[in-house]
């Protein structure tokens, strides 16, 4: 949960700071902060603090889906400073050490944030996987053929064991296609498809 936490307020921290840039590029000034008007810059900032609250609010959620928007947010933060540092670089626009220095900040904490959300995704990601599997697992199996459904005749047989064990009663699965499992919901299901050429 420290870990959360952390990642929470280093998001909205940031998405403060895009904010604060934001408004001195449109033209406001903070306190004794004052920077150029650029609009261009202002645009992106905004957009930036956007994509940084929505993340800070996935990472209460605590799903991959939500570590997933928040991963997204910090990325789209860290494109958009780059932007910016790569823009007055070049000479675009009027550059000050405190925009500097306010930018650098920004990009510090975003890629701080990323790191620290890095282990929690992998983790959820392998706890998802684990829940997949283990249902999958527990589920019965079934097959299938010609139509018919033919109930697992012992759940520790092997696919081939199977085969051959329906073989007398059903000639043609000695040569059928076996194809699956499908995760119907209830069941695995595997499927003896008559091979090409053979008459019913």
Known sequence: MRRETAAYSLELGNAAL???????HAGATIGSL????????????????????????????????AWRAAFIGKLVAIIGVAIGM???AVGAGPRTASNDLHRGIMLALATTSLVILVVPCTIILENEMATTTLKTSSLPREFVFNGSRIPDPDPQ??????????????????????TGPEDTGTSLRYSF??????KG
């Open 86 to 88: 790569v823009a007055l």
């Open 157 to 178: 047989m092997s696919l081939d064991q199977v085969r051959d064990l329906l073989t007398p009663s059903y000639p043609e699965i000695a040569t059928a296609t076996l």
């Open 193 to 198: 498809s008559r091979a090409i050429g053979s």
């Open 34 to 65: 004052h920077e150029p008007v650029i609009v261009p810059a202002s645009v992106v900032e905004v957009l930036c603090a956007l994509a940084l609250s929505w993340g800070a609010a996935a990472i209460l959620k605590q799903s991959l889906k």
């Open 18 to 24: 895009f904010v604060c840039g934001a408004l001195q």
